[in-house]
């Protein structure tokens, strides 16, 4: 029996298939994700670790070689690699295709629990770890600059507001905010006078952690209430820093001011950025893995313009770079280049059988087929 015989016999019948299904791919069509390359993904996890003042010998030394020795007692681990640079690790670890990337989240996290006995005991916080796609890249990049505000100030505000509000985006999987560091105290010691008074910068650094703290004091149990004690004291302005008692002895004290003197910076002076000869905060926006590259930059740049009630008046956003554009110019060529097959394929039938029906037809079947295509692909 001819496939197409039943076709021919309901004439109405394939024409409202025809039609459903070129509905059905006008629709797909919307739907289908775009991006300027295939897109996929690789079981890839990323540890971070942190020590503040620790050059890259001390941070591979120290803190990479022991995570990298329990990571590597994971099943499956296809590759590491780490990368240490002053005060921070980064240790990407790559399973193999077939592994369940849930998983390998569960393996890490159990390695970087046995690994935590090994590592120096003054990392501010334990090693995290997030999964990553290796394939992702950067699909818009902001630069934050202001002409008054400073760019510690900034990358405060875009920590806080615009990268909190970005991230709430449909379609995002990420925004990391480089350029400038969050605001910090910087004490800055002085050898000679350390030396003199037969102190070491660890016995300053304990009298600062010290006297810097915030934590519980105990419980006051009352006839009638009791009442949670606590101390708060956090210590935020430079002058607050000056009168820390670092050595007393005989009646004699030496304060911080003394050996040290304190100010006003940033945690990292060695990240920085410009834009149109400005300090400036970038905000690089990466996708997830099945997002539409176009409607999610659509709905990003609607957040920019909500955002500018949130933000002081004196901090600019500009775009620095869009990959919607040339994905976009990809997608105008890709739709000029389907209209002009079809005229050619109706020309083409048109000149050699010189006959209107097979024309039209040939017309007609060809945006069917490129329909019921994305309404495969879409499916």
Known sequence: MNFSYPFIRRPVGTTLLAIGLFLIGCVAYSFLPVASLPSFELPTVRVSASRPGADPATMAASVAAPLERRLGEIAGVSEITSVSSLGSSNITIQFDLGRSIDGAGRDVQAALNAAATDLPSDLPTLPTFRKVNPAAFPIFILAMTSPTISAAEIYNIADTVVVQRLSQVEGVAEVVATGAEQPAVRVQFNPVALASIGLSAEDVRNAIVNANAAGPLGVLDGDGQSVTLGSNGQLWDPRDFNPIIVKSNNGSVVRLTDVASVKRGVRNNFSAAWFNRQPAVLLTVTRQANSNIIETVDHLKEVLDDL??????????????????????????????????????????????????????????????????CALMWF
């Open 308 to 373: 500018k009630n949130w933000i002081p008046a004196d901090v600019h956003i500009s775009v620095l770079s869009d990959r919607s554009q040339t994905i976009r110019a990809s997608v105008r060529d890709m739709q000029i280049t389907l209209g002009i097959t079809a005229v050619l394929v109706m020309l083409v039938v048109l000149v050699f059988l010189r006959r209107a029906t097979p024309t039209v037809a040939a017309g007609i079947t060809v945006p069917l087929s490129l329909a019921g295509t």
